[in-house]
Structures are given as C-alpha cells and as structure tokens.
C-alpha cells in the first residue's frame, strides 16, 4: 500500500505495522527517513482486520486485542492508524471494554536512511543507532539525519533500543491519540503540489474535481482515484516552481520522465490545460540547442524493449510528442499566449523531426543502423499533421513541407510495414536496417490508432487505410491480444511471449486506453468496449488504483488479474488512462480557438448512462451526459461555446 504526496512516500503492507523489511518505511525524496514503527499494546501487536487507502496520500489500519486472554472473545481494544504520505501517522486507542483500562503502549522505531536504489538492489547496511531528541528520537547517518517526534511526548525513551514508551488509562468508550512526525532533520512539512490551491488540476473557481457518475458505480471511483493519483504525482520544477508536472510513478520513477509526463499530460487535457503548459514548460528549458543531429530534441533516457528490438530512444517520443500537445492542448482550451510562447520549441522540435527524416520516409533510432519503429512512424505522422497545423493556425511557415512529408510516409509504410498473411495481414513491429519487417505483432500497434486532434473537431488521417484499420481492430479484439483484462504487450502466439514481460506480454494500461480510445473514433466499438470492459474489471481488482502495468494472462470466470513486481502504482500514465478511458465514452473533440466543442459518443454505450462533470473546455466548466441510447448532451459549457456538427 503506497500513499504518495511527492516528495513524500509512505509504503507498507496490509498489516499495518512496519517492519524494516522489503520496500516498507516513510521516504522523503526517494530517502527512507523512518523503516520501522511497529506499535505493541499491552505487550501485544494488534490484530490487523482491515487495511485500505482512504486517498491517495493516506492509508486506515485497524486492529484489535484482547487486554485479558479470559475476558471471552471479544476484543477490547481498537487500535487505528492513520498514515500519511507527509510523515504522519496517527495511532488511536478505544476502549470497547466495560471496565477502566490502564495500557502500557511501546512503539519501536528505526530506520537505515537508505536511498530506494539501495533499497532495490538489496545492498542496505543495518540500522542506525538512534539518539533521543526532543520528544522522540534521531538517527544520524553519512546521507544525513531524520527524526520522529510524538505527541503527546512518552514516557519514556530509549535510545539504546529504538523504543517510546506511554502509560494510558482508559475509561470504559474512552480513547487516546499519539501523533508521531517523521522528517528529514532541517527539513519542513511536506508541500505537496497536489494539495495545494495553485495545484493545475484544481482550476481557480472549480467548485468540485472532475466526477464521473451513471449505471456502473466502478466509473465514479476510477475517476476520482485517478485524479487523487495524478495529483499526488505532481512535482514542481524547483528552478522554476510555477511550473509542475507529473512524476512517472511510485515508488521506483519518482522523477521526470519526458514522455511519460507528456503523454500522461495529454491524456489528463479533458482535466484543464494547466497541467500542459507546465510541463511544455519544464520540457522546453531541456531542449537540445543546435547545431548538431541532435538540436531540438527534448533528451530522454533509453527504454527495455524486449527481446525483438534494441532498446528505443524516449527522447525520440518526447521530441514529436511536445509539438502534439501543445497543439491539442491549444484545441482544449490553451490561452494564446502560452501558445506563443511555446511554439519556438515546438518549431524546434518539428525541424528536428524533418531534418532527421531527410530524404528518407522513416525516422529511425538515433543509434547508427537503428530500426524504425512502427510506434516511432506513428508518432512522427501525427506529429507532423498536428505540428503543420498548428504552424498554420499562428501565421508560421513551414506547414505545407510537413503536410507533403507526412503524405510521402503514410504511402511508403502502407506498403513497407504491412504484411500480408493468411489471417489478413498485420503491421510489422519494425523495419530493420536492411529493410526487413520484424513481423511480431503487439500492443504498440496502438498508436497507429492515435491520429490527434485538428481543427473543427476532426481527427487527423492515420498512416493504415480502411481495410488495414479494420484488420487491426479485428487483431486487437481477438484473444490473441485481448487478454480480458486488457492489451498484450505481445500477442500470445509471438516467440518471446511472457505475459510479464513488461514489453512483451505483459497489459500496459496507456496503450490499452489508447487503443480503446482509437478504435472507438474508428468506429470499432465491440472491440473498444471488449477493451474498456477488461480494465475497468481489471482496475477494480487493484482498488482503482491502476498500476502502469499487470500480467497478461488470460482473464478466466473468477480470476483475477496477476501484479507485476516491478510496476508503478500509482503511476501516471496509468492514471491519466483512467480520465482518457471515461472520457472516450463521450467522444469530446473540443476546438476552443473556433468556439466548438464536437461529440462523437460511443454509440452502443458500453457502460450504460453515463454524466461527467467538472472538465475543462475552453478554460471553463464542462459536463456532459451519455444516454444509454449512446446519445450524448452538453449540460454545462462556456459561454457562446457552440456544439458542432
């Protein structure tokens, strides 16, 4: 269980107390400040009942003893705590006993300040001998120091064993409070983004967060566990603190992943535009300055891509993915002049992309005889379609080379990068130097279903024709992909399937909701909504709490689905999924700069009736109600904002 209030962390397990062991412990940038609270009363551990997150940043426990071992089988003391991602945690005795108790309560304490890399790879040292300090006790390591302070002060302290010590007497119904905070020596309360009213997804005036509510109760607690998920992610640029974006994920990415951030921050646009423009922003100070093959990328670290293609360069994603948001996010609503701002950067970036490209179809892996991705290709196509018109629309030049380069590519993929078979076809993973097709078919087929929006309310061109698009769609709703709960990261039939393989079996959440999202606007709806279905069983098996990724075994009457060991949860691309899956539903195509917002629901409304209220078009309160007849009416929307055609 992971409550997250970057840069704060608290991770432990459903018995409530912790340990020292695995992952357990309170952290503060990414540092684990305290491993081990482990609270005894009477001179017995609680028995743990129940354990759940009650937000995003917060987790109940509770537990129950027995003072007398003859007293029957009822207990008589509740012991709750309530833990915080902020170094919090709040332990409350009650007495459901008939007569007066005196409890003596123990809390032992320690902690190694171990760093979580330290802490992955297994090479902590033991813990370090602790101090008293103030109202509690302080540890001092070569990283530096930490302590935990409790109110109201023990007892008694005992540095030699790690332990603080009270004496409570209860009355019969009577209860008691001990607080204990836990933080970095010299270090404040945690300030979390997410709480804060400046936070980008709470817009100034929004009387509520976004909600979700109709036929299926599950709508209404995946959108708003996603949008506590999201904002507990958020980080601010600490150069630049205006700024925010959001993390990758908890525990193990707590820092900028420019792709993720960017794609996560498209997928949250139907939340408000704020969080864009913060995280264009943060992105465009690292921009790669020219000259040289690399000037106007956006950097990014290299990423696993299994065992059929050498790992794939994000700084490459992120680099056609800043043109595309900013010019979706100009479609939701972003002001003009933020839009000026970025747009050198986004110029930059799209010279890069043409200037790679040079002569050549194809934008290959930045190493020498690299592959071209079928992702990549269609991350470029609609880079280029969006970026032109985007470069159109603020008087720019340089939008009809791109139109005629992004024209010359859907030609030569068309026939390079689809195999014909006797299933029908498939599109090839990759094409290797010498021009092969790698032919494994996978999730990442998903993003040739992403087009990006354009004006008007409609959808760019994709780089399949019809026939391809239809073929695809039949692949992703068959078992071979569709694996129940979601979108194998490779299909079960491919040599080198491992249904947790995170690249090569395993369901990612973001390219599900991609592709739910893609064969929905092309109007492949029984395959949309098998998808849909699948993750919305699936984030209901995780609380709502959608990790990045989970096994891709086959879903069967009354399984569930599989944890990955090393998946983020939360994590934000997987979040922002949740806010792209649900919004799907309604189809909004919104074009604030021509004053339109277009529907285009999913018709066979595959979650019955459904009302989402508190987005954002046009900088604006926005709701909108999906009938189950899958017709879709507007019932709040900026003034003068007309409903297209």
Known sequence: MICVALPGLAISTREGQLTGRGLEGFYRAGRRVLARCQVRVAGREPLAVQARMTAADQARFVGTLRTSPHAGPDPDVVVERIRQADGTERITLHSVAPRPLRLPVEVALGTDLADLGAIASCTTGPELPASVHDSGLRWTGPSGSSSVTADPPPTDALASAGLLRWEFELPPGGSTTVELRVRPEGAGPVRAVGRAATSPLTPAGATAPAKATGDDPRVQILLRTSVEDLQALLVRDPAHPADTHLAAGAPWRCGLAPAEALAAARMALPLGTRLAAGTLRTLARTQIPGPGPRSGMIPGPRRDAGGHLPPGCTGTEATLLFPVLLAEARRWGLPEAE????????????????????????IRDPQPGGPARCETQAHAHRAALLGA???????????????????????AFREDFWIDDLGGGRPAAALAPDGRPVPHLGAAAAHLLDTGLLGGGERAPGLLDKVQTEQLARLFGSPVLDSGWGLRGLGVKEPGHNPFGHRVGAVRV???????????????????????????AAAEAFDHRLPEMYAGEQRTDGSAPLPHPAACRPAATAAAA??????????????????????????????GEIGLTGLRVAGAPFSVRVSRLGLAMVEEAADGLQLGV
């Open 339 to 362: 839009t000026q701002e970025l747009l050198p950067t986004a110029e930059r970036c799209l010279t890069w992309l043409r200037t790679t490209a040079g002569d050549g179809p194809y």
């Open 389 to 411: 018109d985007l470069l159109d629309a603020c008087g720019r030049p340089g939008g009809t080379e791109l139109r005629q380069w992004a024209r010359a590519l859907r030609t």
């Open 510 to 536: 973001q390219e599900t909701a991609v592709a739910v999202a893609g064969l929905a606007d092309a109007g492949y709806e029984k395959e949309a909504g098998s998808l849909l279905r699948g993750v919305l």
């Open 578 to 607: 949740g806010v792209l899956l649900l919004t799907t539903l309604a189809g909004i195509r919104p074009d604030a700069p021509a004053g339109t917002v277009t529907l285009r629901p999913m018709h066979s409304a595959p979650l």
